[in-house]
């Protein structure tokens, strides 16, 4: 991670002129899988973070508007000192550098998903005022990356006719099923990295800033299902039952155990093909080869709910064909 000298020397000034005089130079913090980039500044022995976004590609508006709804909410969003949207520069509360996803282990993951999952249920309350919607076109603009960076870009097929309308056919199933959902504050990608893991073992959220008025199920299944790692699927669906209990007693659903289960693997569904999408263009359009790795696990979690409905097996079948025959290249740059 870099920066041009000038956009070094504009970070310097901002975080100067709002924080003190910096004891070293901005170090690099981390940086995600948009063109933001994060950078951790020093002043008197006291720490913060100042997002770098740059403002002609990304816009710093929603990430004040969602910190400020989370942090009125009662969760442990990052709070702003201070703003710079002309130059694309926040000042942010440090909220240290470690994620959840080291400290998840067998014995540990209870605590912590317990924690997470009650920061959800607090989270799905959260004002949904003139958010945007997960609706029928985004939904299916995401999944459409499946096909484009994945199966064509990636893997390098040329998909017929009859290949397109099984993907489209798969789509509307999947569209009708997170529409039909309560829709509540879902903050698009609440998993084990952008969950920190801070002193007082509580969970900090990050990069919520695409944040939507969306299906009930969403968040729940990107933490269970979570692309970076993977858990014994009887040990997911108990989690993700205990949370129907308790959203159902907290008035946020009125569902049954199966139509939940469908309702939860279907979202992880349209998610993982979205994912699949996702991290090949990051490799191929940003330079950025580290998520081809976690493919296999992605695709492991599609072809899985797939064999478990009726529904989905044709597709199923279709994709674990099509991917067997291009295993080779799955975690390769192409």
């Known amino acids: 991670m870099s920066l041009s000298a000038e956009r070094?020397?504009?970070l310097t000034a901002f975080a100067t002129t709002h924080f003190g005089t910096l004891d070293v130079a901005p170090v690099a913090a981390s940086s995600d899988a948009s063109f933001r980039s994060y950078w951790r500044v020093t002043s008197g022995g006291r720490s913060a973070i100042v997002m770098n976004a740059p403002p002609?590609?990304?816009?710093?508006r929603p990430f004040v508007d969602i910190a400020e709804r989370l942090l009125a909410a009662g969760l442990r969003a990052p709070r702003i000192a201070a703003v710079d949207a002309a130059q694309g520069f926040l000042l942010l509360e440090d909220f240290g550098s470690a994620t959840l996803l080291p400290a998840l282990t067998d014995i540990s993951v209870d605590q912590h998903y317990g924690t997470a999952l009650a920061d959800l249920l607090r989270m799905q309350r959260t004002d949904t005022h003139s958010l945007p919607?997960?609706?029928?076109?985004?939904?299916?603009?995401?999944?459409?990356l499946f096909e484009t960076w994945f199966l064509r870009r990636h893997l390098g097929l040329e998909l017929s006719r009859n290949d397109t309308d099984r993907i489209e056919a798969c789509m509307s199933r999947l569209v009708a099923s997170a529409l039909e959902q309560p829709q509540v504050f879902v903050h698009r990608d609440y998993h084990s990295r952008n969950l920190m893991l801070l002193n007082d073992n509580a969970l900090g959220v990050i990069d919520f800033q695409d944040a939507l008025l969306g299906p009930i199920t969403y968040d729940l299944v990107s933490l269970l299902k979570d692309c970076y790692i993977q858990w014994p699927l009887p040990r997911v669906y108990g989690w993700a039952e205990s949370y129907r209990r308790k959203a159902m007693n907290a008035g946020l659903v009125a569902v049954g155990p199966t139509r939940w289960r469908?309702?939860?693997?279907?979202?992880g569904?349209?998610?993982h093909l979205k994912v699949l999408g996702i991290f090949a263009r990051l490799h191929y359009r940003d330079g950025k080869s580290g998520y081809?790795?976690?493919l296999p696990l992605v695709l492991d979690y599609t072809l899985g709910?797939?064999?478990?409905?009726?529904?989905?097996?044709?597709?199923?079948?279709?994709l674990e064909t099509l991917t067997a025959a291009a295993r080779s290249r799955l975690t390769c740059p192409g």
């Not at 076109?137 to 999944?143: N, Q, S």
């Not at 469908?262 to 979202?267: C, E, K, L, V």
């Not at 478990?308 to 199923?316: H, K, P, V």
Request: charged share 35%; glycine share 4%.
């Open 56 to 60: 002609d590609k990304e816009d710093t």
């Open 133 to 144: 919607s997960y609706d029928s076109a985004r939904l299916v603009a995401e999944m459409e």
């Open 305 to 318: 709910v797939c064999e478990r409905y009726g529904e989905l097996a044709d597709f199923g079948q279709w």
């Open 269 to 271: 569904l349209q998610r």
């Open 292 to 294: 081809l790795s976690d």
């Open 262 to 267: 469908r309702w939860f693997d279907w979202m």
């Open 8 to 10: 070094l020397r504009a």
